[in-house]
Structures are given as structure tokens and as C-alpha cells.
């Protein structure tokens, strides 16, 4: 756990002009969280790398994960390699899926120091893709560390000169996570961490990543955990599942709060900094798609909390879903901009969703900017379940994804597809939103169409924002799932009804609704219009029913979105990547690395890659040249990639 070189100490060289050393500048040419910002903007003014140039980009440089070099005996595969790289004082940082982490030349992939705090000697998450998305850098203008939560359990504070662990923090730089969790006994096999822990004034706060057991009911429930920076001292615990006398026990309904687990936040978080707010993303309870032993509203499952950073204390939340049956986590950082709304200047906070609904509310008050309403949805007739009669609708900004099926939603680029694509849909309940699960075979159906599915909407990359307009933009994924209840094999579960479900679903090799399927939508958060909404890959355009229609892009149909990184919003451009196996032929390897113009929604430019990419997008400037790093690959193949125009 002491594997450490002593870093070059490195400085970025914006231009030879005085005000290139301004802090300002600095924070332009940086990236110092997994969301650039606390603010998850996503977000840089760089413009080096336009429309114009943008299909001359190559790769200035990789960086193999040194997760291949670890004792093959101990460490075990991970899944897609999905970090996301920091940039500080021109010096690169990044983590492995394995937790070590390191520190690079950002204008050569150099390895400059690494750090291994051995999670893989702890044991393997007992679920999969097993990975660590990223670090947290925290400074107080003095002290400067890189904190990561891994795999194993553990909470770490790095020195970011020496990449040593930090011996006052915890034992020896470790915090064990396995405590503070607030239960005599805790299921811990199946809780983990995989997105970064983030750090506000000097509460360091943690989520985690629980596997919701399919058969059992042995989730622990996903408290949220903040220790000090300084000292690794616990200091306070958020119970997203209300414990004992704490407000909103009576939401979970005969006492089911004292079994109830999940709720968790498993993602990326945000903060105010300046106002001490931390806002929490949370995820649905246990079981995900029955809650006959949860009945109730649920708080605080499938909200958005806002806490005091210092004291953990509540500010104000929203719940997106009562009483959760579909998997709609909120599953991305909520975003914060400063918007002027009929004139009124607004603090405000947007959370987008897997529901295609964005929320927006007053990040300080919790005040929605615009009414949200209660309106009543499709009830349950499930044996033991009763669904909540209402769910809360924004009435601004408009979905940005198609919400609820019908007949009107049928693929129908021919009469043969159309006529296809309908006698598939009878074996289906088709709904509106929030339409509920069915036990299979109930009045002759199979399932329920679930759309968006559980892995559609705005999943895990989350939305970006144009701090300068105003602007969200929203890469998005129909992904409608066929799903159901069945009595599970085990005589012995503690459910009554576990889901199954049925992906890409459609007839004949096509998708069963209409296009787009993927989608980027800019959306004005100064007055909740929609800019600009463009399909975001070919999809299957080229199909052997389709090619002689001659079809623009309809948006790729089978990538998982919640797998991919989403989108870079930079000075002129949206920049993301898609797989070649979508867009060029299905045994295509690499990606295909595309942008965008930010004001129209028009395509630029494509660069083709060799390596499958997943992280999300960061920019960077260093030495006067802009680069776009992302993560690619996974197992022995995992890497870092950066690229630039070619150098003059």
C-alpha cells in the first residue's frame, strides 16, 4: 500500500500573456471534479478544437491501466474502464478500476507517481461490472489531497505531491467503510463504491453502490456517510431510509422501514460550495419492481435531498416517484446554474431522469421554478401491492423522451413493419407513463411496456449545462423494456414476485417503436424551451427493410446508455462517442468519437478510434493545446486516450 514515486512537480503554460495565470484562466483550462465543476456543468469555454478542425483530431497519447501489472492470483476482471481523468495545476490524475491511482504528464501520459491502496485483497464485489469511476481533489488553499472510495471498502486520502496516503487521516490515510452505518448488522457483501465520494468545506461525503438482491431480501439500506477532511473523523450519517422517530417513518407503511435496503445513492453528487449545500441522488428501494413489503410514499427513495454539508441536517427534498415499481432511479449529479426566469434571477438546480422529465427547482429554497403537479396514474391490481395513486409531472420543461406506449408509438416505415410490429404489441400492456408491472400471463399478456425502460431516459452520464446561456443539454435513450412479475425458483425467497425482463424488443430484427431511439435535446432553462433536439447515432438505418428508404440517423437502438460516458459541452461543440459496432457494422470494434455544433444541433465531424470508449468526456488545456481525454476499453485492455489536432 506504499507503492509511490515523487512527482515532477508541473505547472500549466496557458500563453505568455499576464492574465493566462489568473485563476480564472486556470479554471478554464482545468478539470478538477468528475463534473469539472461541483457543479456537474461538463462543461469548458476552450474552442481550440471546433467544428472546423474537428475530424483532424488524432491520438496525442495512451495510457494503459496499470491494473494489468497486479498479481493475476488476487485481482480479479473488471468490467469497462469508465474513469473519469482530472486535470490540476498541470498535472493529470486519474483512478484504475482496481482503485490505484495516479498521476500523469498531461502532455505525454508520462506516469509520474502511482498509489495502490490493494482493494482487490478484500475480496470481489459480489456483483458485476465492478469498477471505480473516479477521484475527488480537495484543497483548503494549503493542504491539498485526492480522495477515492474503493471497491473495497475503503475511504482514502492521498497526498497529491507525494501520492502517499495521508497519515492523519483515518489509519494511516484509510477510513473502513464498512461502519457508520447506523445497524448492529449489515449485510456488507453486497455494498460498494464505485463513484467518488465528494468533498464540501470539510465534510468528505459518501454514497454507495448496493446490489439489490433478486431473491432476498438482504439490501442494506444506502445511508449517506460524511467524515472530516482533515482527520477522517465520522461526522454525521444521512439516513435515506428514515430510522426510529425521524421524520417520514410513516411513509413506509407497518414499520417496513426497519427492513427495507437500497436507497441509495450510487452515483455522482453535487454541491454549492459557497452555500454548503450537497444534493443527493437517490435510487429505488427493495425489491425494485413489488413493493408489497414497502407499501407506502417511500421517502426518501427516487428524490432529490438537499443537505447541509456540515451537519447532514435536511434542507429540502422532491420526490420524482411514489412508491417506486419501475427501477426510475435518479441515476446522474444534478446540475447547478444561474438562470433569469421572467426576469427573476434564479440559484437554480436541475435533475433530469431516467422518467425523460426534467425537475427544476431554487437550489437553495427547494422551490420548484416551475409548478411540478400530482396527476393520478395506472393502479396495480398485483396481489399485496398497492400503487400511489398520483406521481408528480413538471408542467416546464417539456419530456425529453418519449413517455408511455400506445399504438400511435408503433414502428410503421412500412405497411409490413407496421402490420409486424402490432401483432407483436398485443402480447403486451401498453400504457401511459408509470403504467405498473402485471403478474405474467395476466389476461393473456406477457409483460408490461416499460418505456422508457429502466436503462433509458437520462441514465448515469447525466445532463450538461452551458453556463453562459443557460442551456441543458440531455443525452437520452428510449430503450423501452418488456417487464413482469413471476413467482421466483427459490421456494425460499422472501418475495412473493421477482421481474423479468425482456430488451429490445421489436419485430423483425427492429426496434418496436418509432425513432429516435437516442437522443441529445438542448433545452433553455431560462424560459423551459426546447432548442434543439438531434438523433444521436445512425441506428438502424441501414437495415436490409430500411436501406431503399434511404433514412437519415434515427439514433442507435442497443447501446446501453447508462454504460456509455454521455457528452462535453466546450465553446462551440457537444463531443461524444458511440460504438462502431452501431454505426458502421455489428462486428466493428472502436468508437466512433462525434461532435456536434452546440447552438443547432447539426453533426461536424466523426474521428474513427480503435478502442471501445466508456468514460465520460473531459477537456483540458495544457501548454497553449487543447485535449479531450476518455477512458476506453476494460480488462487488459483498459486506457486512457487523449486527443488533439495535429501538432504544427
Avoid at 262 to 277: C, K, L, Q, R
Avoid at 342 to 369: C, H, L, M, N, W
Wanted: aromatic share 10%; hydrophobic share 35%.
Amino acid at each position: 500500500m506504499k507503492t509511490a514515486i515523487a512527482p515532477l512537480l508541473m505547472f500549466v503554460l496557458l500563453s505568455c500573456t499576464p492574465e493566462a495565470d489568473s485563476p480564472s484562466a486556470l479554471a478554464v483550462a482545468e478539470w478538477h471534479h468528475a463534473g469539472g465543476s461541483h457543479f456537474s456543468e461538463k462543461y469548458t469555454p476552450l474552442d481550440q478544437i471546433n467544428g472546423e478542425n474537428f475530424a483532424s483530431l488524432e491520438v496525442a497519447w495512451r495510457w494503459q491501466s496499470i491494473d494489468v501489472n497486479l498479481p493475476r492470483d488476487i485481482a480479479y476482471a473488471t468490467g469497462d474502464y469508465r474513469a473519469v481523468p482530472l486535470l490540476i495545476d498541470g498535472v493529470m490524475y486519474s483512478n484504475t478500476n482496481h482503485g490505484q491511482v495516479v498521476a500523469l504528464d498531461p502532455a505525454t501520459g508520462e506516469l509520474l507517481w502511482h498509489f495502490d491502496p490493494e482493494s482487490y485483497r478484500l475480496g470481489r464485489p459480489v456483483f458485476s461490472p465492478a469498477q471505480t469511476r473516479g477521484i475527488e481533489y480537495w484543497t483548503d488553499g494549503e493542504i491539498e489531497r485526492l480522495f477515492i472510495a474503493t471497491l473495497g471498502k475503503q475511504l482514502v486520502s492521498i497526498d497529491i505531491a507525494t501520492g502517499l496516503p495521508d497519515p492523519d487521516f483515518g489509519d494511516d490515510g484509510f477510513v473502513d467503510l464498512r461502519g457508520d452505518l447506523g445497524k448492529l448488522e449489515v449485510e456488507m457483501d453486497n455494498i460498494t463504491h464505485g463513484a467518488p465520494p465528494i468533498a464540501v468545506g470539510t465534510s468528505l461525503i459518501v454514497g454507495s453502490k448496493i446490489f439489490d438482491y433478486t431473491l432476498y431480501n438482504r439490501s442494506p439500506p444506502g445511508h449517506v456517510r460524511a467524515y472530516d477532511t482533515y482527520s477522517g473523523q465520522f461526522k454525521w450519517r444521512f439516513n435515506t431510509i428514515p430510522q426510529g422517530d425521524e421524520p417520514f417513518t410513516e411513509t413506509w407503511e407497518n414499520d417496513s422501514w426497519r427492513e427495507a435496503g437500497n436507497t441509495n445513492v450510487w452515483t455522482f453528487m453535487s454541491a454549492d460550495d459557497e452555500a454548503g449545500i450537497v444534493y443527493l441522488p437517490t435510487s429505488t428501494p427493495t425489491n425494485d419492481y413489488w413493493g408489497g413489503k414497502r407499501l407506502g410514499e417511500n421517502l426518501f427513495a427516487e428524490s432529490l435531498v438537499a443537505l447541509d454539508a456540515e451537519t447532514g441536517e435536511r434542507l429540502w427534498h422532491f420526490q420524482t416517484v411514489h412508491h417506486g415499481l419501475w427501477d426510475y432511479d435518479v441515476a446522474s449529479a444534478p446540475n447547478l446554474l444561474d438562470i433569469v426566469v421572467d426576469g427573476r434571477p434564479i440559484k437554480a438546480v436541475a435533475q433530469v431522469s431516467k422518467t425523460g422529465f426534467t425537475y427544476v427547482f431554487d437550489r437553495i429554497s427547494g422551490e420548484p421554478v416551475w409548478p411540478i403537479e400530482e396527476r393520478p396514474v395506472p393502479q396495480s391490481d398485483v396481489p399485496g401491492e398497492r400503487t400511489h395513486p398520483t406521481q408528480p409531472f413538471p408542467t416546464r420543461p417539456a419530456p425529453f423522451e418519449r413517455q408511455g406506449m400506445s399504438e400511435e408509438d408503433l414502428i410503421d416505415f412500412t405497411p409490413e413493419i407496421h402490420a409486424a410490429a402490432q401483432e407483436l404489441a398485443t402480447k403486451y400492456v401498453l400504457g401511459p407513463l408509470f403504467t405498473p408491472p402485471i403478474v405474467e400471463g395476466t389476461d393473456g399478456k406477457e409483460a408490461t411496456i416499460f418505456l422508457p425502460g429502466a436503462g433509458g431516459g437520462a441514465n448515469f452520464p447525466g445532463a450538461n449545462v452551458d453556463p453562459e446561456r443557460g442551456v441543458l443539454y440531455v443525452p437520452s435513450h428510449t430503450r423501452p423494456y418488456a417487464m413482469s412479475l413471476v413467482p421466483p425458483d427459490e421456494p425460499d425467497s422472501d418475495w412473493p414476485y421477482v421481474i423479468r425482463v425482456q430488451r429490445n424488443i421489436g419485430p423483425l430484427g427492429l426496434p418496436l417503436v418509432k425513432p429516435p431511439y437516442r437522443r441529445i435535446t438542448a433545452i433553455d432553462l431560462n424560459t423551459g424551451e426546447h432548442l434543439w433536439q438531434a438523433p444521436f447515432g445512425k441506428g438502424p438505418a441501414n437495415h436490409p427493410l430500411l436501406e431503399h428508404l434511404d433514412l437519415p440517423d434515427l439514433g442507435s437502438v442497443f447501446s446501453d446508455v447508462s454504460a456509455e460516458g454521455g457528452i462535453l459541452v466546450t465553446g462551440g461543440l457537444v463531443i461524444s462517442h458511440l460504438p462502431q459496432k452501431d454505426e458502421i457494422h455489428e462486428d466493428a470494434e472502436g468508437s466512433v468519437l462525434v461532435a456536434y455544433d452546440k447552438f443547432t444541433g447539426s453533426k461536424v465531424g466523426e474521428v474513427l478510434v480503435d478502442r471501445r470508449l466508456h468514460g465520460p468526456v473531459m477537456s483540458y488545456l495544457h501548454q497553449g493545446r487543447q485535449y479531450i481525454a476518455i477512458a476506453g476499453g476494460r480488462f487488459d485492455t483498459a486506457e486512457l486516450l487523449t486527443f488533439a489536432l495535429p501538432s504544427i
